[in-house]
Structure formats: structure tokens, C-alpha cells
T-cell receptor, first 114, second 114 residues
Framework: DTAVSQTPKYLVTQMGNDKSIKCEQNLGHDTMYWYKQDSKKFLKIMFSYNNKELIINETVPNRFSPKSPDKAHLNLHINSLELGDSAVYFC?????????????FGSGTRLTVV | AQSVTQLDSQVPVFEEAPVELRCNYSSSVSVYLFWYVQYPNQGLQLLLKYLSGSTLVKGINGFEAEFNKSQTSFHLRKPSVHISDTAEYFCAVSDPGGNEKLTFGTGTRLTIIP
């Protein structure tokens, strides 16, 4: 069983379109994240949700909107896609209890805007 | 605010030679430290983590890292590398009890030369 799964794995779309990326975790973690990895491999946090509540919202354009229907799911919707949105988007979840503290990442969604 | 510096963007090493990948962090509070590996076109895999206790941490694939609080470093080492170790390596820091976000360094590309 995949611990953190993202769909789709690849997404190619035209500028101006709206698209969504879905993420699900089956680890029972309370906190989920979206990270963006740019073309230089730099990883930067975008959003974090704890038990469906938004707790981190870094400087991200309003075109990006996360949605967490329950604590096992965190989806990312992107409106009016731009060329600069091309990147790999990683979903992650975390266990923050001291005895088992850690983060688990999905395999990523490679978004290409043309 | 916390930050992570990986001074070496690329490290070429001959097969079976030892390697050290450097990581320094800055934080005004206590931190948890992580090393992740990303193989080509794949997601992030946890190599090892330091939460507390012994400053020498052993991870998967023969890697180890040493936490040095006075030098604010968490360097990754392996005594003998293999071709399969070719990958991107990321050092990361989190702020336990704070916003819990994982902040990454810019990564080090390890290339093993046969």
C-alpha cells in the first residue's frame, strides 16, 4: 500500500487552464503539506493543513487553492495556469509525536504548462 | 526563522571512495534534522534523521550523519560509495513545537565516477 499517493503523476496542460492535483495518505497523520520543486530542484513549502485546518500559507499566488475535505486528503487546485507554474509538486504528511516524528512524501506530480 | 545551507551543489566521487556532504543550519530554537535522497525522476526518500540523543545517526544504505550543535552542522557521510548512490541529496530542518514545516537546503548532486 502506498503511504502518500498523488494523482496524476504527469500533467501537461495549456496556459490559462485550471487543473487539480489530488493527494491521499493512509498513515493516519494529522498534518499534510504541499511543496513545490522548481527546475533547479529547490523545494519550498506552499501550504500545510492540520486536521483540515490551514496552518501554513506561504507566499503563493491566489491562483493556488488547497482543499482538505478530511485529514487524509489534501488537494491542490490551480487556476489560470502560467508557464512559471511548471514544476514538480510534492504532497507530504507528517507524524509529529516525538517518539515517531517524521515526514513522508508522495512521488510527485510533474506539471508542465505549455 | 530557520534556514539550511548546503555549500556544495555538486560532488563527484570515485566509486568505493568515501564521501561527505555538508549541511549547516541556522535556527534560534532547537531543531530536528533530516537527510533525504531523491533518485532521478523519483520522490523523496528519508535517509536518516536526528531528533535527540546520540549525535551520530545511522541511516539506510550505509549512510550516517553527525549532529554538531556548536558548529550547527549535520554532515552526511558514507565510507564507500556505489554507483547506485548517484542522486540528489537534501538536508532539511524542522522546528518542533513551532509551525513544524520542513525547510530544505538547495540540495547536493552526488555523482559517482566508475
Amino acid at each position: 500500500d502506498t503511504a502518500v499517493s498523488q494523482t496524476p503523476k504527469y500533467l501537461v496542460t495549456q496556459m490559462g487552464n485550471d487543473k487539480s492535483i489530488k493527494c491521499e495518505q493512509n498513515l493516519g497523520h494529522d498534518t499534510m503539506y504541499w511543496y513545490k520543486q522548481d527546475s533547479k530542484k529547490f523545494l519550498k513549502i506552499m501550504f500545510s493543513y492540520n486536521n483540515k485546518e490551514l496552518i501554513i500559507n506561504e507566499t503563493v499566488p491566489n491562483r493556488f487553492s488547497p482543499k482538505s475535505p478530511d485529514k487524509a486528503h489534501l488537494n491542490l487546485h490551480i487556476n489560470s495556469l502560467e508557464l512559471g507554474d511548471s514544476a514538480v509538486y510534492f504532497c507530504a504528511s507528517s507524524q509529529l509525536r516525538v517518539e515517531n516524528y517524521g515526514y513522508t512524501f508522495g512521488s510527485g506530480t510533474r506539471l508542465t504548462v505549455v | 526563522a530557520q534556514s539550511v545551507t548546503q555549500l556544495d551543489s555538486q560532488v563527484p566521487v570515485f566509486e568505493e571512495a568515501p564521501v561527505e556532504l555538508r549541511c549547516n543550519y541556522s535556527s534560534s530554537v532547537s531543531v530536528y534534522l533530516f537527510w533525504y535522497v531523491q533518485y532521478p525522476n523519483q520522490g523523496l526518500q528519508l535517509l536518516l534523521k536526528y531528533l535527540s540523543g546520540s549525535t551520530l545517526v545511522k541511516g539506510i544504505n550505509g549512510f550516517e550523519a553527525e549532529f554538531n550543535k556548536s558548529q550547527t552542522s549535520f554532515h552526511l557521510r558514507k565510507p564507500s560509495v556505489h554507483i547506485s548512490d548517484t542522486a540528489e541529496y537534501f538536508c532539511a530542518v524542522s522546528d518542533p513545537g513551532g509551525n513544524e514545516k520542513l525547510t530544505f537546503g538547495t540540495g547536493t548532486r552526488l555523482t559517482i565516477i566508475p
